[in-house]
């Protein structure tokens, strides 16, 4: 994953190099990605740190989450940490949440917002968390879809949840039963609009005011959500 903002470019990776195990990786760029700092490591070891995803925030701090999927204490956490130095030091890491998948971060000036799927029961169900403080802290775990959301039958699990954020806007897609669904807030993900399903699909991202996804024939739709 990739993220800049002036002249400051961020990457971070998993590599899964050494045997049994698998660190979040991450390197930096002040010249514009001209030249790059060496790889550093985010992840603790023997936890099997997997999809890390990075967002940066409107003056400049860094937020970084990973599943870790091998943690002596629970399996499939979802972690997250923050610099507000141009990742020169970063925060202790903070478990957001447990049994997860999937996970997505954006920023939006102060607001940081990250989506995930959390196994509840038989179910895969979209989760919301918002942070108004550019990650200093996050609103408790809100579910969006799963059978309370969409109406849909028990044991039916949601996919990939994508977000995109900008101007005080936040639009949240996924798909679940092989349809794809769109939700939008204007008040920092204090409150959403009911899902509205787009169509068949399998795979969606959100992009302004679009959404973009895959029917089942891997044909690209594209819908106005405003």
């Known amino acids: 994953a990739l993220a800049s903002r002036a002249n400051n470019v961020y990457a ?46 409107g003056d ?61 029961g038989n179910d895969w169900e979209t989760q919301f968390r918002a942070s108004h403080d550019k990650g200093q802290t996050f609103s408790a775990p809100v579910n969006l879809s799963g059978f309370s959301g969409i109406n849909q039958s028990p044991d039916t699990d949601d996919f990939l949840p994508a977000m995109w954020a900008g101007n005080g806007a936040l639009t949240l897609a996924w798909t679940s039963a092989s349809s794809a669904y769109v939700q939008s807030s204007g008040d920092g993900g204090t409150s959403f609009s009911p899902p509205t399903y787009l169509g068949p699909g399998n795979s969606v991202l959100p992009g302004g005011p679009f959404v973009l996804w895959l029917d089942s024939q891997s044909r690209p739709n594209l819908a106005n959500c405003r």
Do not use: C
């Open 12 to 57: 971070v990776w998993e590599d899964s190099t050494a045997a049994n195990e698998s660190l979040a990786l991450m390197a930096y760029s002040h010249d514009g990605g001209v030249t790059f700092s060496a790889a550093k490591s985010l992840s603790p070891s023997q936890t099997y740190a997997v999809e890390p995803l990075i967002a940066i925030s």
């Open 60 to 120: 400049g701090t860094v937020s970084i989450v990973w599943r870790t999927s091998k943690d002596p204490t629970a399996k499939n956490r979802l972690s997250y940490i923050r610099s507000t130095d141009l990742a020169q030091s970063f925060s202790k890491t903070v478990i957001l949440d447990d049994n997860v998948r999937h996970g997505s971060v954006v920023a939006d000036g102060a607001n940081l917002y990250v989506s995930y799927l959390k196994q509840i």
